[in-house]
């Protein structure tokens, strides 16, 4: 259990052969993506003319034609090559006989599929650094949904996760597939995922991590998570009983709304808003709404590592 071999095993689909070029399709849920602004190659720069000085030009400034040389261009950096980006590794899985593709989580780029070439070859520099959990400083190139690995190094600074928060780990790493698409960047998220990694590792509680990890997780990609006032603008007081409407938030308990919605009471969506899990009934009644929540948010899709938690918890 103390070992990061399960991570082949996780239900996410990746191309298994063809190009390194071919990549998954990006999920429909994303909402708008920032257009990169590309110059036609075959484009002309418009020319500039001046006027000559009393005193005269200087002809080689002009070319001898009475017009102005082109304006030299600033150097850009290239969009398809970046360059020491903190990442984690989400997941990773083989690619034909020597080679990797991995799912990562970048701060400034949010999820990529990269190629790491030859990484699974023994003597690959490659192969003791691309593990889960572990900050990396990567490299990457190309403008395919694809990327090449072209370099990654341990950061260092971080406890490895054991048993139980091993686990977690993982589940943790199976919502940012979830629920993050392709080149969506999500770099508050990132750092909470740092914080959320941290703390299990320092063996704090795991239902107060992952309750917490969830919360920012569904606000950070667009599912609204206020709870301290309902959909109607009235405060929650602590002796109310609500539900959480997946698509507008906060009700209150009546008869007529859906069964299988959640109760809770107002000191637990209280304490939530807070983040706070002391009350063993904050704790109960949050796990109950945050399963239903994600559960709904995914379209029934099971989480692996939630079964493989709760067949522990049963054992």
């Excluded at 990562?104 to 070439?117: E, I, M, P, Q, W």
Aim: aromatic share 6%; proline share 6%.
């Amino acid at each position: 259990m103390g070992t990061n071999d399960g991570i082949h095993d996780a239900p996410v689909t990746l191309p298994a052969s063809g190009d390194a070029e071919q990549g998954e399709a990006i999920p429909a849920r994303i909402v708008e993506k920032r257009a990169r602004a590309v110059t036609p190659s075959g484009a002309k720069e418009p020319r500039q003319t001046r006027r000559a000085e009393a005193d005269g030009e200087d002809e080689a400034h002009t070319g001898g034609e009475g017009r102005s040389a082109p304006a030299r261009r600033a150097p850009r950096e290239s969009s398809h090559r970046i360059a020491e980006q903190p990442a984690f590794v989400l997941h990773s899985y083989p690619y034909r006989e020597t080679s990797l593709i991995i799912d990562v989580f970048s701060r400034d780029h949010g999820r990529l599929a990269l190629v790491a070439k030859g990484a699974k070859r023994p003597h690959s520099a490659l192969r003791g650094v691309l593990q889960t959990f572990q900050p990396l400083s990567m490299s990457w190139s190309g403008k395919s949904e694809m990327r090449t690995l072209t370099g990654a190094e341990w950061v260092g600074g971080m406890l490895p996760l054991r048993g139980d928060a091993l686990l977690c780990g993982f589940y943790v790493n199976e919502l940012l597939v979830k629920f993050c698409a392709r080149e969506d960047p999500h770099p508050q998220l990132f750092h909470h995922y740092v914080v959320t990694l941290t703390r299990l590792a320092h063996d704090e509680p795991a239902v107060q991590v992952l309750r917490s990890f969830e919360r920012v997780l569904l606000r950070e990609t667009g599912y609204a998570m206020a709870l301290d006032r309902t959909v109607a603008r009235r405060a929650v007081v602590a002796e109310g009983r609500y539900v959480f409407d997946p698509e507008r938030g906060v009700r209150e308990a009546v008869s007529e709304l859906p069964a299988h919605w959640p109760v809770v009471s107002g000191q637990t969506l209280l304490d939530m808003e807070r983040d706070d899990y002391h009350r063993a009934q904050t704790v109960a009644q949050s796990k109950t709404l945050m399963r239903f929540l994600l559960n709904t948010y995914l379209g029934g899709t099971p989480l692996a590592t939630r079964q493989i938690l709760l067949d522990l918890q049963n054992l």
